[in-house]
């Protein structure tokens, strides 16, 4: 009788979070950026002209091959680093923007998933890091029926249910 | 509802958390006072820990069963409505969690022990989603029974909104047993009593729950 009551009351708890939970998600306001859809495109279409530029001012450089092609590859990181990572993140604000109220409210984690990747695309590093960890969101956390606190840095995680979940 | 010692006794269990007494108390205010609505319902309740893990699903039907006629009992009673309101909070508080609850204790039970690759299944399959159809329908009856009894009483209607926003939430996540579309008009229910209420969204980013309903 023991064990069962108290797997029930361990049970018990987990409803009681899950209740804060429902009623945060189903309460929380949605961010509405203002970026726009031209700006994304436009954003995007710049990009191969900047990797062209950088590869062919590294060629351009008065050193030998080697270092030309190392240089050429950390201009390439960096804009992969910065620029793209820049564009990625309007294209999440874009998606917040033009989203229905109706497919962002589905979201059942907490951050909703549009807000976590901007925090993966703000913090996490490398890019190739932040993508991943986005993936495993949409793909794996954000399912089933449980509402979920999914941070992608643990520190934020614990503030959060510090602030409102103690 | 006349108070007795054994009731006060039950009560002070019930909330330190001691199920043993509690039931023993419980069941000698239903021998006193078989019309007891509060010891009909929590006898009943703690039950429920008694036994084998087999016969939880069978257990928690005669609370399903209990709670209804519990609430009956408690409004035929002679105690003031405001205590009458009290009890029926507390019954309500005390069973709308147990479906959710017991679905997930019967779930873990079932991924606890691996044998090889698979999993010993403690609850076969069809008892889980039994009890969870069995909970759900009884949480929404509830609510419903609280609305016609109490004939729409503002502290009535304010219980029968705790059931109908839990019937609500489960049937999002387990939308597959309602009946189409059911959801949405106890959440409109629910509105007209409390506008701010905001109903749960089915699960998930990219999932295909729109495509099952």
Not at chain 1, 28 to 53: D, E, G, H, N, Y
Not at chain 2, 54 to 75: D, H, L, T, W, Y
């Amino acid at each position: 009788m023991q064990s069962i009551q108290a797997d029930i009351d361990f049970c018990l708890k987990e409803y009681i979070k899950q209740r804060k939970l429902e009623e945060i998600v189903s309460k929380r306001q949605l961010k509405r950026p203002t970026t726009k859809k031209w700006q994304v495109i436009f954003l995007f279409s710049i990009a191969p002209l900047l990797i062209f530029c950088a590869v062919l001012f590294s060629f351009h450089l008065p050193i030998a091959t080697i270092f030309k092609m190392s240089v050429s590859v950390l201009l390439l990181l960096f804009i992969f680093e910065l620029y793209i990572r820049f564009c990625l993140l309007q294209t999440v604000k874009c998606y917040q923007h033009y989203a229905k109220e109706e497919t962002r409210r589905r979201c059942m984690c907490i951050p909703s998933c549009s807000e976590y990747a901007i925090i993966c695309l703000k913090k996490i590093f490398p890019l190739a890091i932040a993508l991943m960890k986005i993936r495993i969101r949409l793909y794996k956390t954000c399912r089933g029926e449980d509402y979920k606190l999914d941070f992608p840095l643990k520190k934020l995680n614990f503030e959060f249910e510090k602030k409102h979940l103690n | 509802m006349e108070d007795n010692k054994y009731l006060t006794l039950a009560r002070q269990a019930r909330a330190d958390g001691n199920s043993e007494d509690a039931k023993t108390y419980y069941n000698k205010v239903r021998e006193d006072d078989p019309e007891n609505g509060e010891a009909k319902f929590f006898y009943a309740y703690f039950a429920l820990y008694e036994g084998k893990n087999g016969e939880i699903p069978q257990r928690f039907g005669n609370v399903c069963q209990a709670v209804f006629s519990a609430v009956k009992m408690v409004k035929s009673s002679t105690a003031p409505v405001a205590e009458q309101y009290a009890t029926i909070s507390e019954i309500v508080n005390a069973f709308l969690p147990m479906t959710w609850t017991l679905n997930r204790y019967m779930n873990n039970k079932n991924r606890e022990t691996k044998v090889g690759d698979s999993y010993v299944k403690v609850f076969d399959q069809s008892s889980i989603t039994s009890s969870c159809k069995k909970g759900m329908f009884a949480i929404r009856d509830l609510g419903n029974e609280l609305e016609s009894i109490y004939g729409g009483d503002a502290d009535a209607m304010a219980i029968a909104v705790l059931a109908w926003k839990e019937y609500v939430s489960l049937a999002q996540k387990w939308y597959a047993y309602p009946p189409k579309g059911e959801a949405e008009i106890y959440a409109e229910k629910i509105k007209k009593i409390e506008p701010s209420y905001e109903m749960p969204k089915k699960a998930g980013c990219i999932s295909f729950s729109d495509k099952k309903n």
